[in-house]
Every structure is written in structure tokens, then in C-alpha cells.
């Protein structure tokens, strides 16, 4: 048994066939079939039942498969760890986050990285916190910034909580409702609303419930957007409303441009976000500068956004 082997044999069990297996590992199909028998050989037990063309995996394979995918990242990480210790500074660094903090948090984070490590070559990735976690689990990224709940019960996973967002209804200084307390549904439904970014559908519920509101709650926005752009000039350009974070408009505020409405009853919604990566993955010496450039914007926000609250 070698871990070539395992990899033809986790191949098979993510795609579920022999045909799109053999094309991801590069082999023919009677080449990777050897390998498959090799591998029960060694293992003394049959791990697919053959069905026609078809393969169906036995207890064996799902019970196995777990130790399999730990031996082939072992295997992965002992390289990576040795190539990482040869290049220093040298490198990839890939890692993401979501929309509302990208377009507040990345330019600088990226920027103090290759400027005081100009050998570094980093990737990034901005997407809600689900896919995230999907490019972390099949290692295309080193980790990202996003809900900490994603990592929370996962023994393979690191979680680091940072920041615990308040959420709020958000308009344009002098919009109609700016100044009004306290602002009711009703008042609420006299404007369009605009949905920002990837919306977790936990959050959409609690609106849901709220408000009264029906599902999907998607119907009752005028605008769905991921591009966070085009939400500040609706925002900042109309009477539209924008529910959100704090952090996402924490620039914003501070600029004057946008304020909080006093929405009863309020956005009790519940998030907390942080640095989410693979327990075990060795990481380039980058990766400690990047883990402290989080780890000061969610402070500073905080402290911002402290004093905001004291105007």
C-alpha cells in the first residue's frame, strides 16, 4: 500500500465513478482498477462491490476512508513543511473572506504582505463563509476570515473568534428615517431595501420572524447584490435600506456617510467572526504577519466603532 494508491481510491469515492476517477488521477481505467485491487490486497478486504460498469463502496471503504484522507494530508503536510523550511520567505499564501470585509480589509492586508515579503505570492478568495470552508476542507486555501461557527466542532479545524458583529438597518445621513426613534416595521417597508453580500439564510429567517415578513425573504428586496459598489451608491445615493453588520460599514460611519437607523424591534442576530484553518497545516511564515493584520483591524473596528456609538 502506498498513498498513491489511497488517493486513486479517495478519487473514486468523492466522484463516484471509475471513469471521472481515472480522468482526475491521470490513469486508465484498467490502470486505476489495478491499483483499486492492490489496495484490497493490502488492506485483505474488498472495498468496492463491482456493479456492471458501476462501483459501490462497502462498509470497509466508508469506515476506511476517513484514516485514508488523514495518511495522504500527513503525507502532503510533511512535504510541504520541508519545501516551506528550504524557500523562508518564499511562497504561496492563499486565504479569503467575505464580501463586507473584503472591500475594507484585503487591499491593506495584501499590500503590508508583499511589501515586507516580496517573495510571497498570495491568492485570494472572496466568497461567503460555506465556500470557504469548502476551499479550506480541499486545501485551496490556507484559511479565512469569516463565521467562526464554521470551525466550532470540527476537530480537523482552528477557530480564532475576533470580532462579535452587531447588526443594524443602515441609510444615508439625512435619509428620512435617520433621525426618527423609534423606527417600526411599517416604516421600514415605505423604502426598498437592498440585500448586501452573501446572505446566510440563519440570518434570513431571524429577519423573516422579525418583521413578520414571508418567505422567501428574498421577494421583499428590490436589490440583490454581491457587489458591495453598487449597495454604497444605492445606499448613500437614495432612501434605500441595507441590514448588515456593523464592521461592513464601519468606513462609512465614521466618514458620516451612513448611519444606523433605531429599528424596533432591533437586529438581534448573532456572529462571530475570526481566522478559521486546518489544524496541522504548516503554513508559510507570512501567515503569522497575515493571522496580526486580522487580528488589529477587528480591534480597531472595535474601538471605532465604540466611539461611534458615543456621538
Not at 6 to 26: I, K, N, W, Y
Not at 115 to 125: K, Q
Not at 175 to 195: E, I, N, Y
Request: net charge neutral; with cysteine; proline share 5%.
Amino acid at each position: 500500500m502506498n498513498t498513491r494508491q489511497l488517493r486513486h481510491f479517495l478519487a473514486v469515492m468523492d466522484l463516484g465513478s471509475l471513469s471521472a476517477a481515472a480522468e482526475q488521477v491521470h490513469l486508465s481505467l484498467p490502470a486505476l482498477s489495478r491499483s483499486l485491487r492492490a489496495l484490497e490486497d493490502s488492506l485483505r478486504v474488498p472495498l468496492f462491490d463491482r456493479q456492471g460498469r458501476g462501483l459501490l463502496p462497502t462498509p470497509y471503504a466508508h469506515a476506511y476512508a476517513q484514516r485514508a484522507r488523514r495518511m495522504v494530508f500527513d503525507e502532503k503536510e510533511a512535504a510541504r513543511e520541508l519545501a516551506l523550511m528550504r524557500a523562508g520567505e518564499l511562497g504561496p499564501l492563499a486565504f479569503g473572506m467575505g464580501a463586507s470585509l473584503a472591500h475594507s480589509l484585503l487591499a491593506p492586508m495584501v499590500m503590508q504582505l508583499v511589501t515586507s515579503a516580496p517573495g510571497l505570492r498570495v491568492r485570494t478568495l472572496v466568497q461567503s463563509s460555506d465556500v470557504l470552508f469548502a476551499a479550506l476542507m480541499h486545501e485551496e486555501i490556507d484559511f479565512f476570515v469569516g463565521d467562526v461557527r464554521m470551525g466550532a466542532h470540527d476537530p480537523e479545524l482552528v477557530a480564532e473568534p475576533l470580532y462579535a458583529c452587531g447588526f443594524h438597518w443602515f441609510v444615508r445621513a439625512g435619509h428620512p428615517l435617520a433621525r426618527k426613534r423609534p423606527v417600526q416595521a411599517a416604516d421600514l417597508a415605505r423604502f426598498p431595501w437592498v440585500l448586501s453580500g452573501y446572505a446566510d439564510q440563519a440570518v434570513l429567517g431571524r429577519l423573516a420572524q422579525l418583521y413578520g415578513l414571508s418567505l422567501p425573504l428574498e421577494n421583499h428586496f428590490a436589490v440583490d447584490t454581491t457587489d458591495l459598489e453598487t449597495v454604497r451608491a444605492l445606499m448613500t445615493g437614495n432612501d434605500a435600506l441595507v441590514p448588515g453588520t456593523d464592521i461592513s460599514r464601519v468606513v462609512e460611519m465614521g466618514a458620516g456617510k451612513v448611519v444606523a437607523l433605531g429599528v424596533e424591534p432591533p437586529l438581534d442576530l448573532a456572529l462571530t467572526l475570526g481566522i478559521i484553518r486546518r489544524a496541522g497545516r504548516t503554513l508559510v511564515p507570512a501567515a503569522d504577519r497575515a493571522f496580526a493584520i486580522v487580528r488589529r483591524f477587528f480591534a480597531d473596528a472595535e474601538r471605532e466603532l465604540a466611539q461611534l456609538r458615543k456621538r
